[in-house]
């Protein structure tokens, strides 16, 4: 029989459905709605799918295409991924809010207009809300807020393009924008802050790591994913991009290696590899977008097992702090194997996911000749070794023993991460299924006897550099504590100022209204000295007075007139 729903669509029936039922028969529309929705997808076909018909604009509500499908195909595996490693959750809020962002997701990047997307859009952004809510804490409220600010503005600044982008070009279909206008300047904003540009990034760093373990997870695989499949289709050439994607594989890195909570490692980790994604969609080329879109689908699969491995962590011990950790190993050792498999993705290992995939957008920026960007990109690959690949399983698993004796994840969990290591290890072992799916055919071949020697030379350097100076106790210790980031702006720095400029407001305030009173104390006075009982204009004036003065007035109104003669 021939299915044909609109993606989204079955993620929002499920959710309806997860509201009215209870237990085993919960759990099965949670696991059933994404392998539905993943046969759905397969059997969709043609180019423009769904539409619907508003106020005489025919709007898209389904555009298949190969860069739409590849992202949905993706978004339906970490979905089932993500919902099985949740399974021992029995929170009816977090599951349904899991499925309203699983399917808004879905919706936003299959979208074929940008009035669509803006609903899905905003969608996105409540839903995702509550799986940092779900946690209970101070910490994971005020985060809430700070991360829901961020999404509005981001929501505004679509609103606010997409009205001007129909005032100028009279549709709201979208395919390749460009820098060209205000609007263009707008959108890219807006798909920026999803994609965590700089200084627009804080909401990603200070939100993930407050999420439950399994809402993290969910949140790592789509908000961004999102920004990028609307960067990859809007904005591809755009040279700008490039230096914006160069700077977030950098700067993150130096924030990884001081900081001591492991969750808030990955989510930096995370900055790190949106960044090779927007520097290949900056290079545009065919190699550059289909690495971009490849790291992209790689980075959910091996991203979505570290976090896993850390939110079965904090699962079982309830620690997520590197200082505080150590020696798991002993009592997770699945997790612990689980975790070091998504560490060498991550790390481009060779036979691992991200070794397939990164090596593209090198291999596109050295074919553009950007020389520059290509070393920065290789000091950021090296970077990403030391606090993913080494930092990571070291100090959670290895290290010093801490003494924490737990059991190991629960089965559901163990389940996730291990289907998770399995696409990693078979993307990197046959790369080709995925390079079929890509948006261009792809004539690329990453197992070169020179790649594979340039990466394992960087590797190895890599780590001899992270033993050195650990033994010589010149790496940075794993020490409670706050770092400073950009939010320390908008933490600090404009709630200062805002202070000073209230209280300047007010002195300004009293100032004028003392002022004021002043003034209207001294009119009151000079009208009673003139118009009072006794002031001058009210007392009578003599006959002859009031005579002179009617001639002076009348001579004066002669003498004018005789001048105005004159002059004509």
Same mark, same amino acid.
């Given at each position: 029989?021939?299915?044909?729903?609109?993606?989204? @669509?079955?993620?929002?029936?499920?959710?309806?459905?997860?509201?009215?039922?209870?237990?085993?028969?919960?759990?099965?529309?949670?696991?059933?709605?994404?392998?539905?929705?993943?046969?759905?997808?397969?059997?969709?076909?043609?180019?423009?799918?769904?539409?619907?018909?508003?106020?005489?604009?025919?709007?898209?509500?389904?555009?298949?295409?190969?860069?739409?499908?590849?992202?949905?195909?993706?978004?339906?595996?970490?979905?089932?991924?993500?919902?099985?490693?949740?399974?021992?959750?029995?929170?009816?809020?977090?599951?349904?809010?899991?499925?309203?962002?699983?399917?808004?997701?879905?919706?936003?990047?299959?979208?074929?207009?940008?009035?669509?997307?803006?609903?899905?859009?905003?969608?996105?952004?409540?839903?995702?809300?509550?799986?940092?809510?779900?946690?209970?804490?101070?910490?994971?409220?005020?985060?809430?807020?700070?991360?829901?600010?961020?999404?509005?503005?981001?929501?505004?600044?679509?609103?606010?393009?997409?009205?001007?982008?129909?005032?100028?070009?009279?549709?709201?279909?979208?395919?390749?924008?460009?820098?060209?206008?205000?609007?263009?300047?707008?959108?890219?904003?807006?798909?920026?802050?999803?994609?965590?540009?700089?200084?627009?990034?804080?909401?990603?760093?200070?939100?993930?790591?407050?999420?439950?373990?399994?809402?993290?997870?969910?949140?790592?695989?789509?908000?961004?994913?999102?920004?990028?499949?609307?960067?990859?289709?809007?904005?591809?050439?755009?040279?700008?991009?490039?230096?914006?994607?160069?700077?977030?594989?950098?700067?993150?890195?130096?924030?990884?290696?001081?900081?001591?909570?492991?969750?808030?490692?990955?989510?930096?980790?995370?900055?790190?590899?949106?960044?090779?994604?927007?520097?290949?969609?900056?290079?545009?080329?065919?190699?550059?977008?289909?690495?971009?879109?490849?790291?992209?689908?790689?980075?959910?699969?091996?991203?979505?097992?570290?976090?896993?491995?850390?939110?079965?962590?904090?699962?079982?011990?309830?620690?997520?702090?590197?200082?505080?950790?150590?020696?798991?190993?002993?009592?997770?050792?699945?997790?612990?194997?689980?975790?070091?498999?998504?560490?060498?993705?991550?790390?481009?290992?060779?036979?691992?996911?991200?070794?397939?995939?990164?090596?593209?957008?090198?291999?596109?920026?050295?074919?553009?000749?950007?020389?520059?960007?290509?070393?920065?990109? @290789?000091?950021?690959?090296?970077?990403?070794?030391?606090?993913?690949?080494?930092?990571?399983?070291?100090?959670?698993?290895?290290?010093?023993?801490?003494?924490?004796?737990?059991?190991?994840?629960?089965?559901?969990?163990?389940?996730?991460?291990?289907?998770?290591?399995?696409?990693?290890?078979?993307?990197?072992?046959?790369?080709?299924?995925?390079?079929?799916?890509?948006?261009?055919?792809?004539?690329?071949?990453?197992?070169?006897?020179?790649?594979?020697?340039?990466?394992?030379?960087?590797?190895?350097?890599?780590?001899?550099?992270?033993?050195?100076?650990?033994?010589?106790?010149?790496?940075?210790?794993?020490?409670?504590?706050?770092?400073?980031?950009?939010?320390?702006?908008?933490?600090?720095?404009?709630?200062?100022?805002?202070?000073?400029?209230?209280?300047?407001?007010?002195?300004?305030?009293?100032?004028?209204?003392?002022?004021?009173?002043?003034?209207?104390?001294?009119?009151?006075?000079?009208?009673?000295?003139?118009?009072?009982?006794?002031?001058?204009?009210?007392?009578?004036?003599?006959?002859?007075?009031?005579?002179?003065?009617?001639?002076?007035?009348?001579?004066?109104?002669?003498?004018?007139?005789?001048?105005?003669?004159?002059?004509?």
């Amino acid at each position: 029989m021939m299915i044909d729903l609109p993606p989204f @669509l079955i993620f929002y029936i499920a959710a309806l459905f997860v509201l009215g039922t209870n237990g085993r028969l919960r759990f099965a529309i949670l696991l059933l709605a994404p392998l539905f929705g993943l046969i759905n997808l397969l059997f969709l076909e043609g180019e423009t799918v769904h539409t619907l018909s508003l106020f005489g604009e025919v709007l898209t509500i389904t555009r298949l295409d190969r860069l739409s499908f590849l992202f949905g195909f993706l978004f339906h595996i970490a979905a089932f991924l993500g919902l099985i490693f949740s399974l021992h959750v029995k929170d009816r809020v977090q599951q349904v809010a899991g499925l309203l962002y699983v399917g808004s997701a879905l919706g936003a990047v299959f979208a074929g207009d940008l009035l669509t997307l803006l609903v899905f859009w905003e969608i996105l952004a409540f839903t995702s809300v509550f799986l940092i809510l779900a946690r209970g804490t101070a910490r994971s409220y005020g985060a809430s807020v700070r991360y829901l600010v961020f999404q509005v503005f981001s929501g505004v600044l679509l609103f606010s393009g997409t009205a001007l982008y129909f005032y100028e070009r009279g549709s709201f279909s979208f395919n390749e924008i460009g820098l060209v206008d205000l609007s263009s300047w707008l959108l890219l904003f807006a798909f920026g802050i999803k994609s965590a540009f700089p200084f627009f990034h804080n909401w990603l760093t200070d939100a993930y790591p407050e999420a439950t373990p399994t809402g993290t997870v969910l949140l790592s695989s789509f908000t961004t994913k999102v920004g990028i499949c609307l960067l990859a289709r809007s904005y591809p050439g755009t040279e700008l991009l490039i230096y914006i994607g160069v700077f977030m594989a950098m700067f993150p890195i130096f924030y990884a290696v001081i900081e001591n909570d492991l969750r808030r490692v990955l989510s930096y980790s995370l900055i790190n590899q949106l960044g090779f994604m927007i520097c290949g969609i900056g290079i545009g080329t065919e190699m550059g977008i289909n690495g971009a879109v490849a790291h992209a689908f790689n980075d959910v699969i091996f991203k979505g097992l570290l976090f896993m491995s850390m939110g079965a962590v904090l699962f079982r011990s309830g620690k997520m702090d590197g200082s505080a950790l150590g020696g798991l190993y002993k009592s997770m050792p699945w997790t612990t194997g689980f975790c070091l498999v998504g560490a060498a993705s991550i790390s481009a290992f060779p036979l691992f996911s991200g070794f397939v995939s990164k090596s593209m957008v090198m291999v596109a920026v050295m074919e553009e000749h950007y020389f520059t960007v290509w070393l920065a990109l @290789l000091f950021a690959s090296a970077g990403v070794f030391h606090h993913a690949g080494i930092k990571i399983p070291f100090f959670a698993f290895f290290a010093h023993d801490s003494g924490i004796r737990c059991k190991e994840a629960p089965r559901n969990m163990l389940l996730a991460m291990g289907l998770s290591s399995a696409i990693c290890i078979f993307n990197g072992i046959y790369p080709y299924l995925l390079y079929s799916y890509l948006p261009y055919v792809v004539s690329y071949e990453p197992y070169t006897f020179a790649h594979v020697l340039t990466q394992l030379q960087l590797l190895f350097f890599s780590a001899l550099a992270f033993c050195f100076l650990n033994l010589f106790s010149l790496y940075p210790p794993e020490l409670p504590g706050v770092n400073l980031d950009f939010e320390w702006t908008y933490r600090k720095v404009i709630p200062l100022i805002a202070w000073r400029v209230l209280l300047l407001c007010r002195l300004i305030r009293r100032f004028f209204l003392e002022y004021s009173a002043f003034v209207f104390d001294e009119f009151v006075s000079a009208l009673y000295r003139y118009h009072g009982p006794r002031g001058i204009v009210v007392h009578s004036w003599p006959t002859g007075v009031m005579v002179f003065g009617t001639i002076l007035l009348l001579g004066s109104c002669l003498f004018v007139y005789f001048l105005n003669t004159v002059i004509n």
